[in-house]
């Protein structure tokens, strides 16, 4: 839930920073606790978990080739879509469960389904992904052609 809410932050408002800063310092605890659950000695486990989301920062802040700004749109809303489904869906899947188990009638066939509003949800998500990368690309295509008309007026007026 943690990943989704500093991706859902990062789309909706791109300048705050420290508080997207704060939830990756946060995930980068779990990620060694959960190391360190696996048997991994801490030492190691604090350096995997810190190093590779510092060099991830690093590298996009400071090489724009890295990490263009279509992709880290990209996978900020694949983030946030994936953070969501993995904090809600064993939830779900519980409450799934149960109501199969209470209506099944013959207790020895019992084949689960994916229901429809799972198929719904999913496209849902692909489809609003893909109008949230349109407005983003209109946005941007919009703010070059304010400047080149900027730009073809102040060499007219010249």
Same mark, same amino acid.
């Given at each position: ?5 500093? !991706? !859902? ?17 946060? &995930? ?7 190391? %360190?659950?696996?048997?991994?000695? +801490? ?6 978990? &810190?190093?590779?989301? &510092? ?20 996978? &900020?809303?694949?983030? !946030? ?38 198929? !719904? ?7 609003? *992904? *893909?109008?949230?990368?349109? +407005?983003?690309?209109? %946005?941007?295509?919009? %703010? ?15």
């Amino acid at each position: 839930m943690l990943a989704a809410l500093a !991706a !859902a932050i990062r789309v909706v408002r791109p300048d705050e920073t420290l508080i997207v800063y704060g939830i990756a310092g946060a &995930l980068s605890g779990v990620w060694m606790s959960m190391l %360190r659950v696996e048997g991994v000695p +801490w030492p190691v486990a604090g350096a995997v978990a &810190l190093t590779s989301p &510092l060099i991830a920062a690093y590298l996009a802040a400071t090489r724009a080739r890295f990490a263009p700004q279509l992709v880290r749109d990209e996978a &900020l809303l694949i983030t !946030a879509t994936l953070g969501l489904a993995v904090a809600v869906l064993p939830r779900v899947l519980d409450g799934w469960r149960s109501a199969v188990l209470l209506n099944i009638q013959d207790k020895t066939a019992g084949s689960l389904a994916v229901p429809a509003w799972a198929i !719904a949800l999913s496209a849902g998500s692909a489809v609003l *992904g *893909g109008l949230v990368t349109v +407005w983003r690309h209109g %946005r941007s295509g919009r %703010r070059e052609e304010r400047r080149d008309d900027g730009e073809n007026q102040c060499a007219g007026g010249a």
